[in-house]
């Protein structure tokens, strides 16, 4: 799990930090990477290159940046990061639930005040362990995205385009066969190759026909001739597997 911490003074930093350590010793709550950053500037700079945090607590207040603004650029990215908002106000608290933050802790807290809020961060991890595959993107910006996310991937020249329901994201680095090995080691079973160039998730086929397949955003993908019952028999082994897992 990553984490990262934002706030222009140091002592509240430090209190946030040990306050996240104390929450993590006590929940079992696996290896976490804490980065820690005294200068919002410099936080920005490291979301536009790396981003995917799973979680990010940020003071609302701090020169030169709102946390808010800050929590905006994580949106607009499409990371699946639940934010913590820390303020000795609640001014900003109404635009802050806006930005589909998990909780905003007023200055100064408790560790059970501060406990409650990482609860709430950390439901959907405990409820959903996450998958993230890592994209190199173009001027050495890496992006992690869910697995489950990717509608398909396509092959285009040096590229691979990876679609999700939010966006497009272009890799620029990887092959289609890499990309499938590591979807592979992330999802054993859930990704395919229909066709030459395309990886697809099972997960987002809505319908199978003789020639093609038919995703829930509406895209189609031809599939080999003769493959129909080969697919077919896949789609249905995995939303089998699928629906006894989830009844578990």
Known sequence: MR????????????????AVVDYLARH?????????YSDPEEFMQS???????????????????LGTDLAREIRSRHDRTEIIFLSVSDDFAVEAFSLKAAHYVLKPFTQNQFDEAMDRAMAPFLRHEPRKLL???ENGVVQAIEADDILYVESV???RIVHTAAAVYEETRKTLSKMLEELEALCPGQFLQPYRGYVVN?????TIAS??????NGDSILIKRGDFRRLREK??????????????
């Open 3 to 18: 984490i990262a911490i934002c706030d222009d003074q140091n002592v509240h930093l430090e209190k946030v930090h040990d």
């Open 157 to 159: 020249a040096y590229r």
């Open 211 to 216: 020639d093609r397949l038919v995703l829930r």
């Open 202 to 206: 099972l997960d987002a086929i809505r």
């Open 28 to 36: 079992d709550a696996g290896e976490a990477e804490i980065t820690d």
């Open 47 to 65: 979301l536009r290159k790396e981003g995917g945090w799973d979680i990010v607590l940020l003071d609302v207040c701090m020169p030169g940046f």
């Open 135 to 137: 994209l190199q993107l």
């Open 235 to 248: 789609f249905f082994e995995w939303s089998f597997r699928s629906t006894e897992e989830a009844a578990q």
